[in-house]
């Protein structure tokens, strides 16, 4: 008499990545008959004229042998596939036979083996799951979107954007960001190139100024003969200040123009210095800055008229070294 199969606690389910050399690929556990096991090539199910079943019904399970070796790399899987249903039927008072009452036995418990390992591979929640109003079904299929929680955790739902345009949107974001960051770095250097240019013509100015000042100073009309002596001691005071407006921590000193003319001034620059000429009646200013550690002379003025408040400012410069006011012959 063959020996009754039985059904251990194996899992119905075995895979093999295929090396397209191999034909034959055994699985351990018990099928009842050929029919009962299914056979995937990645995730199509082949027809059973691809291939050969030995071991049905064996205890020890049995091999499927393909008609051609399956292609290096395709995974196969060997799964039992049993219809979940029961085909025996005992008649009251009649014979209980050990074979046919095992055959059921064994049919059942291969069923939930089949169940449990589909379950495995279902989506279940963890037994540590803290909330118990969770709910798994799945929502209706949405063409393009992914399934994710809701805002409280309590059910799934469809994504209100479609993940597979993603990559495409995040290219196109990516794409605008790198054009922006060259045009950014184009323009950087644009902006480095005019500020070494204002940097020079600020120097020229500069060196414009000095020769202006010096210039204008040596035809300047110094005679003050035919002033009052009122009037001699504003010029003075303007042209020649006394040695507290030479004190450069001393800020926003102020003349009043007692023609029209030019207010100048000579100071040493030192580093991020500034000086400041302004008047209050005609709203002009003169502003010289300077950045770095170099140590230079540098000339300011501004063009006054008769009663113009002046005022002079000067900040971390070390030496302030002239401040005139220079006016046409004839004016005062």
Not at 300 to 319: L, Q, R
Request: proline share 3%; net charge negative; aromatic share 6%.
């Amino acid at each position: 008499m063959t020996e009754h199969i039985k059904v251990y606690g194996i899992k119905p389910r075995i895979q093999y990545t295929a090396n397209g050399v191999l034909d034959t690929f055994t699985f351990p556990f018990a099928i009842f008959k050929a029919a009962d096991l299914a056979v995937y090539l990645d995730d199509t199910k082949q027809q059973s004229s691809a291939y050969t079943i030995s071991g049905v019904r064996s205890t020890q399970g049995g091999s499927v042998t393909f008609n051609t070796a399956p292609d290096s790399g395709k995974i196969i899987t060997l799964v039992r596939d049993l219809s979940i249903e029961r085909t025996s039927d005992f008649q009251e008072g009649g014979a209980l036979r050990a074979d046919t009452l095992n055959d059921e036995l064994d049919y059942q418990i291969a069923c939930q083996q089949q169940i449990a390992d589909n379950l495995n591979r279902s989506m279940v929640l963890p037994p540590y799951a803290i909330s118990t109003d969770v709910n798994l079904t799945l929502p209706t299929p949405s063409a393009g979107k992914a399934i994710v929680w809701n805002t409280d955790g309590t059910n799934l739902e469809n994504s209100t954007i479609a993940v597979n345009s993603l990559e495409s949107t995040l290219n196109g974001y990516k794409t605008a960001a790198e054009s922006a960051a060259s045009t950014a770095t184009t323009k950087a250097g644009i902006a480095s190139d005019k500020a070494d240019i204002a940097t020079t013509q600020a120097s020229v100015a500069t060196a414009k100024a000095e020769e202006a000042t010096t210039t204008l100073a040596s035809k300047a009309n110094k005679d003050m003969d035919n002033l009052s002596t009122a009037g001699k001691t504003k010029v003075a005071n303007l042209a020649m200040p006394s040695d507290s407006y030479l004190d450069y921590t001393l800020t926003d000193r102020s003349f009043i123009a007692p023609a029209n003319g030019y207010f100048s001034t000579i100071v040493q620059m030192a580093t991020n210095s500034k000086i400041q000429l302004k008047t209050t009646a005609s709203n002009l200013c003169n502003t010289l800055m300077t950045q770095g550690t170099d140590t230079r002379d540098a000339g300011i003025f501004i063009p006054v008229k008769m009663g113009d408040e002046i005022t002079f400012s000067v900040s971390n410069a070390g030496t302030v070294k002239q401040i005139r006011f220079i006016y046409a012959q004839g004016e005062i």
